[in-house]
Nanobody
Framework: QAQLEESGGGLVQAGDSLRLSCAAS????????MGWFRQAPGKEREFVAA????????YYAADVKGRFTISRDNAKNTIYLQMNSLKPEDTAVYYC????????????????WGQGTQVTVSS
């Protein structure tokens, strides 16, 4: 089973950019659909973005579309989340997730998770 490790979180100001990375172990990464989710204090974990195993299709939550970009480098077993024009409401723990056959884009549709990386956006 793939293991995932996120990095790149931090404290930034509104309007700044950050790039999150998620490194996956195991050669099964290349056939997995990958996603980013986030969870703010007191809120449920929510979908942010996802990418198919080939990288040919990407999906975004409405409130990040146009600001965030998900990508993957299968040669490096790594996916990325480029986050631009960050807002205070983007503050959350961001999680990388993987599944070979996700049936949807909800947290319950992905079976493998990283430990998360904190992103804090100050106003």
């Amino acid at each position: 089973q793939a293991q995932l490790e996120e990095s790149g979180g931090g404290l930034v100001q509104a309007g700044d950019s950050l790039r999150l990375s998620c490194a996956a172990s195991g050669n099964i990464f290349r056939s997995y659909e990958m996603g980013w989710f986030r969870q703010a204090p007191g809120k449920e974990r929510e979908f942010v973005a996802a990418i198919t195993w080939s990288g040919g299709n990407t999906y975004y939550a409405a409130d990040v579309k146009g600001r965030f970009t998900i990508s993957r480098d299968n040669a490096k077993n790594t996916i990325y989340l480029q986050m631009n024009s960050l807002k205070p409401e983007d503050t959350a723990v961001y999680y990388c997730a993987a599944d070979q056959y996700p049936r949807g884009l909800g947290p319950g549709d992905f079976g493998t998770w990283g430990q998360g990386t904190q992103v804090t956006v100050s106003s």
